[in-house]
C-alpha cells in the first residue's frame, strides 16, 4: 500500500511540474506595448484638422445634426439627456447623430480628394 501512495504521490508531483512548464505566463496587459494599436479615429482627426476647421465642418451640417453631434460629443451627454434636451426620442438622436456623423465622412472624404 504504501509504494502504491508514494507512486500516486510521484505522478502527481511530475503531473504538476509538466503541466507548469507548459503554461503560458500570465503578463497584465498594457496597451502602450500592444503593437497592434491603431490610433482613434479622434486622434487621427485631431491631428489632421485644427478647432476652426471643425467648427466650420459642424456649420455645414444641419442645425439638427450639428446641435445632437454638439450635445453628443463636446457635452458628452447620453442619448437619453440629449434627447431630453432636444425634446425628441432616443430613436430620432440616434439617426440624426448618424447621419450627422455620415455627412462628416462624406465632406471630409470629398476635401481629402481634392488636396
Known amino acids: ?46 491631428a489632421a484638422v485644427d478647432e476652426q476647421n471643425t467648427l466650420a465642418l459642424l456649420h455645414r451640417l444641419g442645425d439638427d445634426q450639428r446641435e445632437a453631434l454638439t450635445l453628443r460629443v463636446v457635452a458628452d451627454l447620453s442619448l437619453d439627456e440629449t434627447a431630453q434636451v432636444m425634446g425628441r426620442s432616443v430613436g430620432a438622436v440616434k439617426q440624426l447623430q448618424r447621419r450627422a456623423l455620415e455627412a462628416l465622412r462624406t465632406i471630409v472624404s470629398a476635401e481629402a480628394a481634392h488636396e
Open 1 to 46: 500500500m504504501r509504494t502504491l501512495t508514494f507512486s500516486i504521490a510521484h505522478a502527481r508531483v511530475v503531473d504538476h511540474h509538466r503541466a507548469r512548464t507548459r503554461a503560458p505566463a500570465l503578463v497584465p496587459f498594457d496597451p502602450d506595448a500592444d503593437p497592434r494599436h491603431v490610433p482613434s479615429a479622434e486622434d487621427v482627426h485631431g
